[in-house]
């Protein structure tokens, strides 16, 4: 009895505590004001087509276009409430800002600051809070005259101001801090970029030694190429960003429109709405860059490879054909992910886009089939009977794995529900972590006839998914709601994650808990 009541005592605990985080975020609907204002006013707001987060593709009609990413929908949205058009003009960073000076577009997104650009620009309140990092190529990094094996910003900027280093800069860029200081000295050594891939690839050419730029936009590029993912480091700058902001023309823009611009975007701040905004579109990319940089992708098939092997004893045991083995093998590791897709709506599915996991259960089964058929039967008797006996379930080994895939499901499935934009995420987050995790195992066992499922008749399993996918899924709110955006505490909080999944699981399998009975 005394178990009993611990052991409801550490649900309950959890469960109370989640609770309480998810209780903060009630008024995660509320309405944004409506500010007056005149109507029909047209902002032709610049948008730079070389950054690789924002999307623009030509349109169905002449010189249309189709624009996506975090700064369309903010600007679209505060300027929603102010009754304008906003009519988006592309073009390179260089050329955009020449145009807003002579005054033939309004307004340019992502801007820093400067005293400058103030001379022929309003700038509105800031909207998001930019990190920064440097890149520099592997072999540099045990070369930098004053640096040692990781070269810091201030060994970078102090080898490039006495002319050891050349930097790459995107022309037309404002950098924050000493960056800029370093930058408009005459003496430092510097070349000019079109976009950030050309300087990437400037970087890797040797034709600068280093550079550094917004870490996200930097991140994708070399994600999307894998030439520059091989030859590149990349080291985010703890102390290092700058605000982004909307710049408007002073020669066609009034200071009292720049007013009731900036009233509606601390409107839409208040709100939430400019949260979830930078949740939709700049975190989906974020946590893609922190999963891959943590392996995640690896725990992930680490995952599908335990529970294959499951799959592949029972088919074994219970006499399946080998398209039934695969079956079993391939539905607690890929199904969940599957019927995620279905109910969210992912098109494609997941799964058609990254083959790995049903490679790694097409490996498992030929191999678990070249075990059964051509190793077992050499083996003695009482080896055979070891091995046929043997509870796979129950070993320490595979309770490892299965727990770390069980982890890396968690993470997976909070992260396709907010690149799904599915709300609130502290509700939805949790579901796709438990369809992923848990989903594809019920399958399995519909498929074989079972109608004693452990996971949803005594075994604490989905409880473990469902907690952790909501610490994960409120931590990340937390992030998104209190910028900086700084990767390493992305990371801390799937790290956390990923940790105590493995520890609350080991400990209720030690102690033996089940689920409290209906």
């Known amino acids: ?45 610049g948008w730079d087509n070389t950054s690789p987060l924002p999307s623009i593709v030509p349109g169905h009609g002449a010189n249309t276009y189709t624009q996506g990413g975090m700064d369309f929908y903010m600007i679209n949205a505060v300027t929603g409430q102010l009754g304008w058009r906003v009519e988006w003009v592309p073009g390179t960073w260089a050329k955009l800002l020449a145009d807003l000076k002579s005054g033939k577009i309004d307004a340019l ?15 509105s309140i800031p909207y998001f809070d930019t990190t ?63 976009s950030e891939h050309q300087a990437l690839r400037g970087v890797t050419n040797r034709d600068v030694d280093w550079y550094v730029a917004n870490m996200l936009d930097g991140a ?17 700058l703890k102390s290092v960003h700058a605000y982004s902001h909307v710049m408007f023309s002073k ?13 509606s975007l601390k409107a839409l701040k208040d709100s939430g709405q400019a949260s979830r905004i930078v949740r939709a579109e700049y975190y989906p990319a974020l946590l893609s860059f922190v999963t891959r940089h943590m392996g995640i992708n690896a ?93 796979i379930a129950h070993s ?22 907010m690149d799904m934009r599915a709300e609130p995420l502290w509700l939805w987050g949790p579901f796709a972590a438990a369809l992923t995790g848990s989903g594809g195992g019920i399958l399995r066992e519909i498929l074989r006839g079972n109608h004693n499922i452990a996971t949803i008749r005594g075994r ?25 955006h700084n990767p390493i505490l992305v990371q801390l909080a799937i790290g956390i994650t990923v940790i105590g999944m493995l520890v609350t699981r080991w400990i209720v399998l030690r102690r033996g808990w089940t689920s409290p009975m209906y």
């Not at 989905?462 to 996918?469: D, F, K, Q, R």
């Open 109 to 123: 997104a992502q801007a820093t600051k400067t005293s400058q650009r103030e001379a022929f620009a309003y700038f």
């Open 251 to 263: 020669a066609t823009v009034t200071l009292s429109e720049v007013e009731a611009f900036n009233t």
């Open 396 to 417: 320490p080994l595979f309770i490892f794995l299965e727990s770390i895939g069980l982890a890396s499901f968690t993470v997976v499935g909070v992260l396709i529900a």
């Open 299 to 391: 725990l992930f098939v680490l995952g599908v490879l335990a529970m294959s092997l499951t799959g592949i004893v029972i088919a074994n045991r219970e006499g399946y054909s080998v398209m039934g083995a695969i079956l079993l093998a391939a539905a607690p590791g890929v199904g969940g992910g599957l019927i995620r897709d279905l109910v969210l709506g992912v098109s494609p599915p997941s799964i058609s886009r990254d083959s790995a996991a049903i490679g790694v259960v097409l490996i498992a089964v030929f191999l678990g089939w070249i075990f059964y058929k051509l190793v077992v039967p050499r083996l003695t008797k009482d080896v055979q009977n070891k091995v046929n006996t043997f509870e």
């Open 1 to 45: 009895m005394k178990q009993v009541f611990k052991r409801y005592i550490f649900i309950l605990a959890c469960t109370a505590m989640m609770a309480v985080l998810a209780s903060s975020y009630v008024n995660w609907h509320s309405s944004v004001p409506i500010i007056e204002t005149r109507d029909g006013r047209v902002l032709r707001v």
């Open 460 to 484: 604490i399993h989905i409880e473990l998914l469902l907690g952790w996918a909501l610490f994960l899924s409120l931590a990340l709110m937390y992030l998104i709601d209190h910028p900086p």
């Open 220 to 236: 994708v590029v070399m994600q999307r190429d894998v030439h520059l993912s091989r030859l590149l480091h990349m080291e985010p």
């Open 132 to 194: 920064y990092a440097t890149f520099t190529r592997r072999d540099h990094m045990s070369q930098t005259p004053s640096s040692g094996r990781v070269p810091t910003l201030e060994a970078l900027l102090k080898d490039t101001e006495r002319g050891a280093l050349k930097i790459g800069l995107i022309k037309g860029y404002a950098y924050p801090g000493a960056i800029q200081t370093i930058i408009d000295n005459a003496d430092v050594r510097r070349v000019e970029f079109g």
